[in-house]
Nanobody
Framework: VQLQASGGGLVQAGGSLRLSCAAS????????MGWFRQAAGKEREFVAA????????YYADSVKGRFTISRDNAKNTVYLQMNSLKPEDTAVYYC???????????????WGQGTLVTVSS
């Protein structure tokens, strides 16, 4: 499987961005999907995850209420809507595929390439 993330960029604090991750293959709807991020000099951390059918979502406390994860299985795409962005949200964001829900990097079965989000103060 290939996961292609896009939508990163430079935004001012308080602004919004929407990340997308398009997956190849015909089994997209069978997997949980998620987003992780890695800031410079820090470990990769969980951001958000969504079950195979979109029925349940999970968020890191640091983004709860500001970020929304969603998916469109017909388009093989998962999204991350990021609102009220803060400078501490600056990181490379990675989409991830997993069996079930992955809230740790060790639980991820496939990674996409990262997309850089930079939030200026």
């Amino acid at each position: 499987v290939q996961l292609q993330a896009s939508g990163g960029g430079l935004v001012q604090a308080g602004g919004s961005l929407r990340l997308s991750c398009a997956a190849s293959g015909r089994t997209f709807g069978a997997y949980g999907m998620g987003w992780f991020r890695q800031a410079a000099g820090k470990e990769r951390e969980f951001v958000a995850a969504i079950t195979w059918n979109g029925g349940s979502t999970y968020y890191a406390d640091s983004v709860k209420g500001r970020f929304t994860i969603s998916r469109d299985n017909a388009k093989n795409t998962v999204y991350l809507q990021m609102n009220s962005l803060k400078p501490e949200d600056t990181a490379v964001y990675y989409c991830a595929r997993s069996l079930g829900i992955a809230t740790t990097p060790a639980s991820v079965s496939s990674w996409g390439q990262g997309t850089l989000v930079t939030v200026s103060s």
